[in-house]
Structures are given as C-alpha cells and as structure tokens.
C-alpha cells in the first residue's frame, strides 16, 4: 500500500535561514512524488513534482526538493525563507489505478513558521 | 481561468441531518475528486470521476456519502444523516485528465462542515 510520512508537525525556522520539510514514502512501483502548499482558509496549491529525471526539482516560489531513491525521501527545502511561506505543507504520492487512474495519498502535513 | 469553485464555504448543522456541497471545477477539466481533510490530517480521497462516471469510491462511507457529477461538470456531495466525526473541510479538486501525465490537482478552497 501507499503511503506518506512527514515526522514532523511544525518547523520553525528564521526568515534568510534555509528550511527543509521532510517526507518519507512508500510505494509499489515508481514513486511519483509531489508536494502541495495549504494558506489559512484555502485550498492545496501545487508546488512541485517529481516523476522521473533528474533528482533536484525545482517548483514555485524559489521551492526544490531532492528526491532519493535509496532513502525513500523526498524532502522539501528552499535557500532563504520568507514569512510569507509560513503555511501548512504536504507531500503527497501518486499510486497507478485501474485504467491508469491517478489515485493521490497525502501526508498529515507539516506547518511551516518562519518568524522575522 | 477560474479556479475551482466550491460553496458553501461553512457549514453548521446538527448530528442526524443532511447537508450538500457543490463544486465547480475548471472548465475543460475532466477529472473531478472529492477529499476529507480532518483537523490536523491530510486529505483523504472520498470519491473520484472522469466525466460523469465514477473511477474510484474505495472510501466514501456509501451508508451515508452519496455523490454525483451530473453532465460532467459540476459536481455535489451529500451527507446524509451526519455524524460527529463527519466534522472536516471538504475539498473538490480537478484536473485535466485521468491519463498519467495529467497529474497536477486544483484545489478549491473548501467547505468547512461542523456537526453538533
């Protein structure tokens, strides 16, 4: 079965410090990886992907994340916070259904403080 | 565009009754899915569509939880009678295409749904 870890529920970090937020999976097959940003009274917005290629993927808002294979990671991280990327986190992974359906499994979620 | 559009936005009611929710998802957008965030949870997929066909309802309490895309395009959820721990956020989101490439989701915003 499919699933998503994130071990930690918040991380504080100071604004110009680099941040990293953790996600760890499990999957059956190749792992298609993404992660997802959640403001206060909002839905998801999509950050980045990862389906194959190189293991530095670069998404929205100055955000990348490095996917390893042999740790199973794929951990979120940005050289120089903001306060305005304070907000909820989530990794999510990809399962291939039936007929080649998208079925997406989301992590629990990890808030991101980023004080001035 | 237009984003996804989802109403209402809040929702009190009492344990027993009923309660319906509708989204609007972007225009062209063929696949449609309906989430449960929990407080402090991730999203978990209740019910998926491409078009007006249902692909996957693995996880819709179907005792209570009905829904429908009638024309395949908007879409409504219905609970019926709620429970206590129906209390969540439900979340519509779309995307272009069932396909493995079109794996991108467009949230919107949400309803907050309390049962007392």
């Known amino acids: 079965a499919q699933s998503v870890a994130q071990p930690e529920d918040q991380v504080n970090v100071a604004e110009g410090n680099p941040l990293t937020v953790k996600c760890t999976y499990s999957?059956?097959?190749?792992?298609?990886l993404f992660w997802y940003v959640q403001y206060p009274n909002r839905g998801l917005q999509f950050l980045l992907k990862?389906?194959?290629?190189?293991?530095l993927v670069k998404g929205s808002y100055g955000f990348e994340a490095e996917f390893n294979k042999s740790q199973t990671s794929f951990h979120l991280k940005k050289p120089s916070a903001l306060v305005s990327d304070s907000a909820l986190y989530f990794c999510?992974?990809?399962?291939?259904?039936?007929?080649?359906?998208?079925?997406?499994?989301f992590g629990s979620g990890t808030k991101l403080n980023v004080k001035p | 565009e237009a984003g996804v559009a989802q109403s209402p936005r809040y929702k009190i009611i009492e344990k027993r009754q009923s309660v319906a929710f509708w989204c609007n998802p972007i225009?062209?957008?063929?696949?449609l899915y309906w989430y449960q965030q929990i407080l402090g949870q991730g999203p978990k997929l209740l019910i998926q569509?491409?078009?007006?066909?249902?692909?996957?309802d693995s996880q819709l309490p179907k005792d209570r939880f009905s829904a429908e895309r009638l024309k395949g395009v908007d879409s409504t959820l219905k609970i019926q009678p709620a429970k206590l721990e129906d209390s969540a956020v439900y979340l519509c989101?779309?995307?272009?295409?069932?396909?493995?490439?079109?794996?991108?989701?467009?949230f919107g915003p949400g309803t907050r749904l309390t049962v007392t």
């Open positions: 989101a779309s995307s272009l295409a069932y396909q493995r490439e079109a794996y991108e989701q467009y």
């Open positions: 999957v059956s097959g190749n792992p298609y």
């Open positions: 990862y389906i194959t290629g190189d293991n």
């Open positions: 999510a992974v990809r399962e291939e259904g039936l007929y080649n359906f998208n079925k997406f499994y």
């Open positions: 225009s062209g957008h063929a696949t």
């Open positions: 569509f491409q078009n007006n066909g249902v692909v996957d």
